[in-house]
Structures are given as C-alpha cells and as structure tokens.
C-alpha cells in the first residue's frame, strides 16, 4: 500500500513540476523583469481570490450574480434606504454608488458605499481612519433592502405560498396531493421525532415555530448554495435573531418548575443552591448562543471551504489543480447539501429540547 502511494505522489508530482521548471528556465532567462511581474501576478491573484470568495460569504446593497475580468458586475442593483440624523431619511437605488466607486450626493450632503457600509463624506468621497485602520466618518443607520434580505423575503413568500397551498388541500382531501407528498413525511418527521419526544404533551403549541423555523432554515440553507452568493444563515445578526426568538419563546412560556430549577434548585442545601444559581442562570444565555454560533459557524465555513477550493484551480494551474480540486470541490459541495439539513434539524431539535425543560414537570416531594 505504501509503494502505491509513493508512486501515485511520484506520478503527480511530475505535472506539478514541469510547470515550475519552465518558470525557473524562464527565469534565468530574464531574472530582473521576471521575478518582478511573478510577485505582482501572484499578489493580484490572491487579492482576487480573496474577493471572490468575500463576495460569496458576505452581504451586499446589490445582487450581483458574477464579477467579470474587466470589473462589470452582472446582476441588478437593489433598494438602499438609510437614515441620517442631519437631513433625515434617504432612498435611492444601489446603481447610484456603482459599487463604491462614486459618491452621491443627497439633500445636500454626500455619502459613500465603502465596505458594505455607508458613510457620510465630502465631495471627494474622503474616508478617514483612526490609529486602528477603522473608519471615523459618521456612519448611516442602513435600513436597505441588501442581498440577504432579497433571500428573506424571498423564503418567506415561498413559504407562505407553499404551505397556505397545502393546508388547503387538506381542507379539501386528507390524502396528500401535489406538494404535500413531498413535505408531509418531513412535518410528520418533526412532529414525532422532535416534538413529542422533547416536549411532550404541550407539544402543539410549538409546532408552528418548529415548522417555521426548520423550514426558513432549510430553504436558506439550499438557497446559499446556488451560484448566487447568498450566505444569509452565515449571517451573525441572522442566526442571533432565530436564537433570541427561541429564548424568548422558552422563557414565556416555562412553568413554575423551570424557574425554581433555575433560581432556588429544590433538593440541595441552601449553600449549595446559592452556588448553582449564577451557573444555571449563565446557561440561560449559553443556549441560544451555542444555537446561533454553531449554525452560523457551520454554513460560513462551508461556503469559505468550497470557494476557497474553486480558487485553488487557478492557482496551481496544473493537471492535479485542474482535475483534484474539481472532485474534491464536488464532493465537499455533496456535504454541504447534508449540512444544509442537518443545521435546520439541529435547530429545530435543540429548539425543542429547551421548550421541553421549559415544560417539565417535576414532582420532587412525591419522590422523596
């Protein structure tokens, strides 16, 4: 099994090579002007991988399907609305910044797009940075319509769509017809083996949010693998909101149990309770954040590791960059479906394990 390996590397190793040996004889051949135009193409192409792989991961004030050589972005622009204390509230599309690369002027003041934010400038469209390298321009309360918010609202019309359809055919037949083939094995899924085994008998109660939430993260999850650059669960304010709803949703709705658990633990010694107190009332707050950390965490890694794999064929520009990265690239692409629904069930299954210690019943003094 060893030699195999030793020639399989060997036998790469010749594709890779002969590459860097032209380059070298090429080298020698003009050594100043050479090495000086290799650095900088190699810099230029790093910078480049690096955007692309940004612009896969973060949020954007247009939707831009692809970047060309030449600079021209391919896509439309999108709504931008942001707040300015001075001259109040301003509306324009993304058009108007073309990217960052204009200032706009409005009601007399002028701003710039600079790294996904907006900021107030003068004509020239001047930043100006502190000893930190941040940005000391006033900066605008963005209320814009931006990529990810598109992908919201898309979902969330999908959704509305799709299952106001299908309790209508219900209503009509309970034999599941058209779409609700497709999805009532999964509603019937985490019904039995979410939420009647976590929650118990209040489980319907929260089925809707469980449906909701399970559903909205599916979708978003699928949709930030299309070539659009949608990454809206990789998101930190997206995955905090879906966590804090959960939080709040625990703590309204707990029994009288869940609250002694939490501030006066029935069975221990009156020290010991006061010690357990501040731990149980820390991890109040631990579990909506390891829900939002870990889906966000999750998805952003991926969606970095496949793109980083795509940029590495132009980098090795070689036989092995040319056929490995592509598989490795297709089978990573494969995981990440199963880790698009493997977040929304974790989502969803944690939800209701914290609903169900928010409803359980303890019955301390029968026991002892």
Request: hydrophobic content about 50%; glycine content about 6%; overall charge neutral.
């Amino acid at each position: 099994m060893l030699k195999r390996v030793i020639l399989l590397v060997g036998f790469l190793s010749v594709f890779s090579l002969s590459p860097a040996q032209h380059d070298a004889a090429a080298m020698e051949a003009h050594p100043t002007t050479e090495v000086v135009g290799e650095v900088s193409a190699a810099e230029q192409e790093k910078i480049e991988n690096q955007e692309f792989i940004q612009h896969h991961v973060k949020d954007a004030h247009s939707f831009d399907i692809m970047v060309t050589k030449d600079g021209r972005h391919i896509g439309f622009p999108l709504p931008v609305i942001f707040y300015d204390q001075d001259n109040g509230l301003h509306a324009m599309m993304s058009s108007a910044f073309h990217h960052g690369e204009t200032v706009v002027e409005s009601k007399g003041s002028h701003y710039k797009l600079y790294h996904g934010k907006i900021y107030k400038t003068d004509a020239a469209g001047t930043i100006t940075y502190d000893d930190h390298g941040h940005a000391t321009n006033a900066k605008m309360l963005d209320l814009s319509i931006t990529k990810s918010v598109l992908a919201i609202i898309f979902v969330s019309l999908l959704m509305i769509l799709l299952f106001t359809s299908i309790a209508r055919g219900y209503k009509n037949s309970l034999v599941p017809t058209g779409a609700a083939r497709l999805f009532e094995p999964v509603i019937v899924f985490i019904r039995d083996d979410i939420a009647k085994p976590n929650i118990g008998s209040k489980y319907k109660k929260y089925m809707p949010y469980l449906l909701t939430v399970f559903f909205f993260i599916l979708f978003l999850n699928i949709l930030g693998l299309m070539p659009f650059g949608i990454n809206v669960t990789g998101n930190l304010a997206i995955t905090a909101a879906l966590a804090i709803i959960t939080f709040l949703l625990t703590q309204f709705t707990a029994n009288r149990n869940y609250w002694q658990h939490i501030f006066w633990m029935p069975g221990l010694p009156w020290p010991m309770k006061i010690v357990i107190m501040p731990i149980e009332v820390i991890g109040m707050f631990i579990k909506p954040f390891a829900l939002l950390i870990r889906l966000f965490a999750n998805m952003t890694a991926g969606h970095i590791v496949v793109m980083s794999l795509i940029a590495m064929i132009y980098v090795f520009k070689n036989i092995i960059g040319g056929i490995a990265f592509p598989f490795l690239t297709f089978v990573l692409y494969l995981l990440e479906i199963l880790v698009a629904f493997l977040q929304a069930y974790i989502f969803a299954m944690l939800s209701a394990v914290y609903f169900g210690m928010a409803n359980e019943e303890h019955h301390h003094e029968e026991a002892h």
